[in-house]
C-alpha cells in the first residue's frame, strides 16, 4: 500500500465551557484541568502517530495554544467561535494547504493509542478512492474520526447523532476493532471506561490526584 502524508485536525473548546457534561466528573480536581488533560493526551498521541505528518488544533483558549505548542503543532486562532464544525472547517482548509489526505479528530480520546490510530488511517487510504471515511465512537452514534483525500472537503456534520449525519453526507463508515480510538469521554462513566483502557499520562495524573 502507498503511504499517505496526513494532517490530523484538532479542534479544542474553550477549556471554561467544553466537555460540560463531565463537569464533577473528578470533583477534586478543577473542570478546566480536566478539559486540558484530554486535549493534551489526544494531540500527544496524535504527534506519536507514524502516518501523521502535522497536526493543527484550532482553539480560541490561551491555555490550550501554549500547551500544544509545546508539543510541536500549527495552532489556528478560532476566529469565528461558531462551533466545532465551524473550527473543523476552518483546520480543514488550512492543512488543505498541505495537498495531503486531511483527518479531523475530536480532542476527548484520552486513552487514545498511535497504533491503533496509525491502523485507522492506513485502512482508510486503502479504501476507496476519492471517498470521506468516518469511524463512530464506542456507542455507535456519534464520530470520533472523519478523514477526506486531498482535494475532497472534510464536510463535518460533528454533534448529536453525527455517525448517522456523516453517513448520510456520503462518508462511508469504517469499521475496525480500535476501542481507545473510539472512547471518547462525555461523561463520568466514559471516563471510567477510558481509564479501564490505560489513560494518557495527562489524564492519568489526574486521576491519580483525585485517587490520592
Do not use: Y
Not at 497504533?115 to 470520533?144: K, N
Not at 456534520?157 to 471518547?184: I, K, M, N, Q, Y
Amino acid at each position: 500500500m502507498r503511504q499517505r502524508t496526513w494532517t490530523v485536525v484538532v479542534p479544542v473548546k474553550r477549556l471554561g465551557v467544553a466537555k460540560s457534561r463531565l463537569r464533577g466528573a473528578l470533583p477534586a480536581v478543577p473542570h478546566e484541568e480536566l478539559a486540558l488533560a484530554l486535549a493534551a493526551d489526544t494531540v500527544a498521541a496524535v504527534r506519536a502517530c507514524p502516518a501523521v505528518a502535522g497536526v493543527v488544533v484550532v482553539t480560541r483558549d490561551a491555555r490550550v495554544a501554549a500547551a500544544v505548542r509545546a508539543a510541536r503543532v500549527r495552532v489556528v486562532p478560532d476566529a469565528p467561535d461558531a462551533g466545532l464544525n465551524a473550527a473543523f472547517r476552518l483546520g480543514a482548509a488550512v492543512a488543505a494547504g498541505g495537498g495531503g489526505w486531511v483527518a479531523g479528530l475530536t480532542a476527548d480520546l484520552p486513552a487514545l493509542r498511535p497504533a491503533e490510530l496509525t491502523a485507522a488511517l492506513h485502512a482508510i487510504a486503502a479504501g476507496p478512492p476519492g471517498v470521506r471515511r468516518f469511524v463512530a465512537d464506542a456507542p455507535g452514534s456519534g464520530t470520533v474520526l472523519l478523514a477526506a483525500p486531498a482535494g475532497v472537503p472534510l464536510d463535518p456534520r460533528f454533534g448529536v447523532g453525527s455517525a448517522v449525519a456523516h453517513e448520510a453526507g456520503g462518508a462511508l463508515p469504517l469499521a475496525g476493532d480500535w476501542p481507545t480510538l473510539r472512547r471518547d469521554v462525555d461523561t463520568a462513566a466514559d471516563l471510567a471506561a477510558a481509564a479501564r483502557l490505560g489513560l494518557g499520562p495527562h489524564t492519568a495524573a489526574l486521576t491519580a490526584a483525585r485517587a490520592g
